[in-house]
Structures are given as structure tokens and as C-alpha cells.
């Protein structure tokens, strides 16, 4: 066989993998959206739940719509945020509300992310719409953090509408630390655990997400810790990642009833997240700059 020959093959063997490849995918994505009907369909049944509202814009999975959902309930249309963990910006929970006309700060560790959300979301930076904190919340100093940057753009932290907590391990302990009330709060739970088992992680300020299931407190554990502070548990996500609270003082009437773990847990589906939401929109994300109206 001489190097032609061979080089043709290979193009054609690359070829046949990459569609059977393609074939895969929006098969597994066909299997996914059914899935995902036949989990939806009996809680549709029930108008207060929001499982069915979901929907990703920029959000990791189906967060985006649970929380637009939230705030229609609650009444705020253009509001605050503050949210911990944010990666490069593209694929967090508050990007959709920046295009909404909100304002907030992101808090990132990743000295990396930092320099490409410099770059991507410049005109944000510029506009004072957005502030970005390069460092490690920490029970110790949330509170500075999450103050000194609202005040940055000129929110007051007390008025702070959203928060939500994505650091793959300590968030139960940021939570408790917490001084103000936001309106509603996001935060990953480690819906390994079903309910009723309460497991936190002990706190470990060196501790870093080893890709592995030892990444947060339970949900359980999380609903313990956010009512204590006046919180109830409004939903949880299809694919058993976050989990929402809203102020109790603003949640009654409006959502589920009996809201425990029990009722509103969902297990760990993230097989959901790599065979729908990852290829959702089509593209890979990016932002703007866009015409401001």
C-alpha cells in the first residue's frame, strides 16, 4: 500500500467516524429531550412547580428559566446580583440577567478566567453594569467581598436581589456566613445523597474540586442551613445540580406548598447536561458587545 493510497483511507475512515460520531450525539440527544418529557410531563400537573419554566440561555443546564420564573413570581424585573463562581463568564446564572438590564458583580479565583472576562465583557466593565473580584470567597471575608463590590456599582448589598454560590465544595459554608438576605439564592447541592441525609462537608479553606462526588452538602443539609436564616426552598433543577431559595417573606403563596426535600429533590442527572443542555443553542456561547435600546 503506498502513502496515497493510505492517506485516502484514513480520510475516509475520519470521515465515516465523524458522522457516525454526529449520528451518536442527536441520537443521544433525541433519548435525552425524551427523557427529559417524561420527567416534566406529571410535574406539569402542578402549576406552582418550576422544573417546567427551565430553560438555558447561558446557564449551565436549566437554570435560566427557573429563575426568570422566580422573579416573574416575586416581581423583580431588573435587578442585583452577586454570584460566586463564574469561570469565564459565558456559562454562569446571572449572564442572561446582564442582557435584561441587571447589574452585579461576579467573585472568580481563576486568575486565567479573569484576564478573558476582562477581555469578553469589557463594555460591561466600562458601562459600571458589572464589577469583577479576582480572589477566593471565604466565610471569613464573603461578606467584605460581596459589599465592597455591589458598592463598586452602586448597590447597596441590603438590596441585593440574587445570589448564587457555585464553588464545587464549600458553598453550605459561604451560605451560613452570609450577613445580608438576598431575595432568592442558587446553590449547588451534591444530590448524591437523597433526602433526608443531612452531610456537609467539613470546611477546608485548601480545598479544591478533584472532579470527583465529594463536592458539596446535601440537600437536606442545605435546606436546614437556609431556613435558619428565613429561607424557603422553592425547586430544584432537572438535573439534581442547584438548588433555589427564596426569602420566606416573599415566597408564600407563590410556589409549591410542603416545600421540603422530599418533595422537590431531584437525583443526579447530569448525563442531561452533556446530552441536551451542552448542545442546546447549537453554538458555543459568547457575548456581544450588543446595541444597547
Given at each position: 500500500?503506498?502513502?496515497?493510497t493510505?492517506?485516502?483511507?484514513?480520510?475516509?475512515l475520519?470521515?465515516?467516524?465523524?458522522?457516525?460520531?454526529?449520528?451518536?450525539?442527536?441520537g443521544?440527544?433525541?433519548?435525552?429531550?425524551?427523557?427529559?418529557?417524561?420527567?416534566?410531563?406529571?410535574l406539569?400537573?402542578?402549576?406552582?412547580?418550576?422544573?417546567?419554566?427551565?430553560?438555558?440561555?447561558?446557564?449551565?443546564?436549566?437554570?435560566?428559566?427557573?429563575?426568570?420564573?422566580?422573579?416573574?413570581r416575586?416581581?423583580?424585573?431588573?435587578?442585583?446580583?452577586?454570584?460566586?463562581?463564574?469561570?469565564?463568564?459565558?456559562?454562569?446564572n446571572?449572564?442572561?440577567?446582564?442582557?435584561?438590564?441587571?447589574?452585579g458583580?461576579?467573585?472568580?479565583?481563576?486568575?486565567?478566567?479573569?484576564?478573558?472576562?476582562?477581555e469578553k465583557?469589557?463594555?460591561?466593565?466600562?458601562?459600571?453594569?458589572?464589577?469583577?473580584?479576582?480572589?477566593?470567597?471565604?466565610?471569613?471575608?464573603?461578606?467584605?467581598?460581596?459589599?465592597?463590590?455591589?458598592?463598586?456599582?452602586?448597590?447597596d448589598?441590603?438590596?441585593?436581589?440574587?445570589?448564587?454560590?457555585?464553588?464545587?465544595?464549600?458553598d453550605?459554608?459561604?451560605?451560613?456566613?452570609?450577613?445580608?438576605?438576598?431575595?432568592?439564592?442558587?446553590?449547588?447541592?451534591?444530590?448524591?445523597?437523597?433526602?433526608?441525609?443531612?452531610?456537609?462537608?467539613?470546611?477546608?479553606?485548601?480545598?479544591?474540586w478533584?472532579?470527583?462526588?465529594?463536592?458539596g452538602?446535601?440537600?437536606?443539609?442545605?435546606?436546614?442551613?437556609?431556613?435558619?436564616?428565613?429561607?424557603?426552598?422553592?425547586?430544584?433543577?432537572?438535573?439534581?445540580?442547584?438548588?433555589?431559595?427564596?426569602?420566606?417573606?416573599?415566597?408564600e403563596?407563590r410556589f409549591?406548598?410542603?416545600?421540603?426535600?422530599?418533595?422537590?429533590?431531584?437525583?443526579?442527572?447530569?448525563?442531561?447536561?452533556?446530552?441536551h443542555f451542552?448542545?442546546?443553542?447549537?453554538?458555543?456561547?459568547?457575548?456581544?458587545?450588543?446595541?444597547e435600546?
Amino acid at each position: 500500500m503506498n502513502d496515497d493510497t493510505s492517506i485516502k483511507l484514513f480520510n475516509l475512515l475520519f470521515q465515516q467516524l465523524t458522522v457516525m460520531n454526529y449520528s451518536i450525539k442527536r441520537g443521544a440527544g433525541y433519548l435525552a429531550r425524551q427523557e427529559m418529557e417524561r420527567i416534566l410531563a406529571p410535574l406539569r400537573a402542578d402549576p406552582r412547580r418550576l422544573e417546567p419554566f427551565g430553560f438555558k440561555v447561558y446557564s449551565q443546564n436549566d437554570e435560566d428559566g427557573i429563575l426568570a420564573e422566580i422573579f416573574r413570581r416575586i416581581g423583580v424585573s431588573a435587578g442585583s446580583f452577586c454570584e460566586i463562581g463564574v469561570q469565564n463568564g459565558l456559562e454562569c446564572n446571572s449572564l442572561f440577567l446582564l442582557h435584561q438590564g441587571w447589574r452585579g458583580m461576579w467573585i472568580e479565583a481563576d486568575n486565567r478566567q479573569i484576564a478573558l472576562i476582562e477581555e469578553k465583557f469589557s463594555p460591561l466593565l466600562a458601562a459600571g453594569r458589572l464589577h469583577v473580584v479576582n480572589g477566593y470567597a471565604m466565610p471569613d471575608s464573603v461578606n467584605r467581598l460581596v459589599a465592597d463590590g455591589l458598592g463598586r456599582i452602586g448597590t447597596d448589598v441590603e438590596a441585593l436581589d440574587f445570589l448564587s454560590i457555585d464553588v464545587d465544595g464549600m458553598d453550605i459554608h459561604l451560605l451560613e456566613a452570609l450577613e445580608s438576605r438576598p431575595k432568592v439564592i442558587c446553590i449547588e447541592y451534591n444530590a448524591k445523597f437523597p433526602p433526608g441525609v443531612d452531610r456537609r462537608p467539613l470546611f477546608d479553606p485548601q480545598y479544591r474540586w478533584r472532579g470527583t462526588d465529594y463536592m458539596g452538602a446535601s440537600l437536606s443539609a442545605l435546606d436546614e442551613a437556609a431556613a435558619g436564616m428565613g429561607y424557603a426552598l422553592v425547586a430544584t433543577n432537572i438535573t439534581g445540580a442547584n438548588a433555589f431559595f427564596v426569602r420566606r417573606d416573599l415566597a408564600e403563596g407563590r410556589f409549591v406548598g410542603e416545600a421540603t426535600p422530599d418533595r422537590l429533590y431531584n437525583p443526579p442527572r447530569y448525563y442531561l447536561m452533556l446530552d441536551h443542555f451542552l448542545d442546546q443553542v447549537g453554538h458555543g456561547a459568547d457575548f456581544g458587545p450588543y446595541a444597547e435600546r
